[in-house]
């Protein structure tokens, strides 16, 4: 989106409804772009080239130590800047590899984002994407010099050079947006298995049954020491209801699903309630690409 000479990109939180950390391994996922949350990114043309510090993100003033003590207990050392930075750095030696001579013109960066931090919701990603959205809307870059297809792992590895592991799966889902079935085989991107017919036929029994699976082979993989007290007591509480439920992505937060219905979607919002924990009823964000089919 272009406002006067400026661009916005916005890219929302994206949820790995079966398989995660499978993409990893060479495995296979179903991931869905989740509107409820984003992270946006604005591009203004200048002479040279800036990063402005978001005021919450990448504070560097505090009232008192204390302040400061648990503004980093809870979101870490680093904002958003770090990671424009990288994005932009990947993208300039992409386009230098590709031998496709960049526009001499800066430009000034700002970003804003609502993702909740640390809760497996991929915010980083999304901010990085985002970026790299508007560096190439901003220098038109044609599609042969970055293909949509190239986007996911050009993303990847301005997130690997700030030491961010991480498999694929996100950076696919918020290059696409929507719902995507993903196979990492290594040796072809084969589609098939059974999270994406019981999507396809509507089962949610199936489904729910995959997603309980999913999450109970992570825990036999991992350990419970390793998924946190507090992420086992969501999962615990969504299935108390006859919920099924799973990390988004590697904790934070659960995705949940009532294959009841309305009801027992009910019973779910009192039992998060009661237990402190708020539920907010998902939002799939529509496709930005049509992924080509097998």
């Known amino acids: 989106m272009a406002t006067g000479n400026s661009i916005t990109s916005r890219v929302h939180a994206r949820v790995g409804l079966l398989g995660n950390p499978s993409d990893g391994f060479f495995g296979k996922t179903i991931s869905f772009s989740l509107g409820n949350f984003y992270a946006e990114v604005t591009l203004s043309p200048q002479d040279s080239v800036a990063f402005e510090p978001h005021p919450e993100h990448d504070c560097c003033h505090y009232e008192s130590l204390e302040a400061l003590a648990n503004k980093v207990a809870t979101q870490g050392y680093y904002g958003g800047i770090r990671l424009l930075m990288a994005i932009c750095k990947r993208f300039h030696e992409h386009c230098t590899q590709q031998q496709y001579q960049l526009p001499s013109r800066g430009f000034s960066m700002r970003y804003t984002t ?12 999304a901010l990085v994407c985002a970026g790299l959205n508007c560096l190439l809307q901003y220098y038109q870059v044609p599609a042969l010099v970055l293909p949509v297809e190239q986007r996911p792992s050009l993303v990847l590895s301005a997130e690997a050079d700030l030491g961010i592991t991480a498999g694929l799966q996100d950076r696919v889902i918020q290059v696409y947006g929507g719902l995507v079935y993903m196979d990492f085989d290594c040796q072809h ?9 019981a999507l396809r036929q509507g089962d949610t029994d199936l489904l729910a049954l995959l997603m309980n699976t999913n999450f109970d082979l992570r825990r036999e993989m991992f350990g419970d020491a390793a998924l946190g007290e507090t992420n086992l007591s969501m999962v615990a509480i969504a299935r108390s209801v006859g919920a099924a439920a799973k990390f988004t992505g590697s904790g934070g937060a659960v995705v949940a699903l009532c294959p009841k219905g309305q009801e027992q979607e009910q019973q779910l919002q009192d039992a998060c309630a009661a237990a402190g924990f708020q539920c907010v009823l998902v939002q799939v964000a529509p496709a930005i ?5 097998s």
């Not at 609502?114 to 990603?125: D, E, K, T």
């Not at 690409?289 to 089919?293: G, I, L, R, S």
């Open 114 to 125: 609502n993702i909740p931090r640390q809760a497996g919701l991929s915010g980083s990603s």
């Open 189 to 197: 991107m084969e589609v098939h298995g059974s999270g994406r017919v």
């Open 289 to 293: 690409y049509q992924a080509k089919p």
